[in-house]
T-cell receptor
Framework: ETGVTQTPRHLVMGMTNKKSLKCEQH?????MYWYKQSAKKPLELMFV???????ENNSVPSRFSPECPNSSHLFLHLHTLQPEDSALYLC?????????????FGPGTRLTVL | AQTVTQSQPEMSVQEAETVTLSCTYD???????LFWYKQPPSRQMILVIR??????QNATENRFSVNFQKAAKSFSLKISDSQLGDAAMYFC????????????FGAGTRLTVKP
């Protein structure tokens, strides 16, 4: 499972901390995504980058800040989070413009906010 | 807005038997894609099968097949000859053909396979 990697796999942070999640895709794709997965809820799309430009921001609080320095890397910078932000954060990538445009997911980062 | 509904939070099946997971969706679009993803415990989400709405023929991938009823907006997944490794969360997802940045997921169905 080396197509999309995420680090760290687990993260515990206090509400005043600043941390970053990293995602890297090795599939040559041109679009990357951040999702939030909470228990018993549908995956929530947070951010979309296509050709390194942000194209979607689904009203995510400003305490989440994405960064996409190139087509292979995606970051999610976290600061002053709330306990309700505890969730599994999934990164995905896809190749825009190729039919069904299947998204390939990373293993996720399990985030706990104390 | 497009929504995806999975009405079965949990399902169980006996090993070697067949199980069907339900999914309905709401859309006013005529062109779109539908997906089933599998997320094993503590493992990566992977694509199981996908269906283009313009195709009438149901997609099939080995033991996995779908029953796509466009008029009813239904997209169920059938798993034949269930194996222990099929135990996972299964997510149904929808995406418009011309908006590849907006994938909608259902809440998931947890499938247990009994030996």
């Amino acid at each position: 499972e080396t197509g999309v990697t995420q680090t760290p796999r687990h993260l515990v942070m206090g509400m005043t901390n600043k941390k970053s999640l990293k995602c890297e895709q090795h599939l040559g794709h041109n679009a990357m995504y951040w999702y939030k997965q909470s228990a018993k809820k549908p995956l929530e799309l947070m951010f979309v980058y296509s050709l390194e430009e942000r194209v979607e921001n689904n009203s995510v609080p400003s305490r989440f800040s994405p960064e996409c320095p190139n087509s292979s890397h995606l970051f999610l910078h976290l600061h002053t989070l709330q306990p309700e932000d505890s969730a599994l954060y999934l990164c995905a990538s896809s190749q825009d413009g190729e039919g069904a445009d299947t998204q390939y997911f990373g293993p996720g980062t399990r985030l706990t906010v104390l | 807005a497009q929504t995806v509904t999975q009405s079965q939070p949990e399902m169980s099946v006996q090993e070697a038997e067949t199980v069907t997971l339900s999914c309905t969706y709401d859309t006013s679009e005529s062109d779109y894609y539908l997906f089933w993803y599998k997320q094993p415990p503590s493992r990566q989400m992977i694509l199981v099968i996908r269906q283009e709405a313009y195709k009438q023929q149901n997609a099939t991938e080995n033991r996995f097949s779908v029953n796509f009823q466009k008029a009813a907006k239904s997209f169920s997944l059938k798993i034949s000859d269930s194996q222990l490794g099929d135990a996972a969360m299964y997510f149904c997802a929808y995406r418009q053909t011309y908006n590849n940045n907006d994938m909608r997921f259902g809440a998931g169905t947890r499938l247990t396979v009994k030996p």
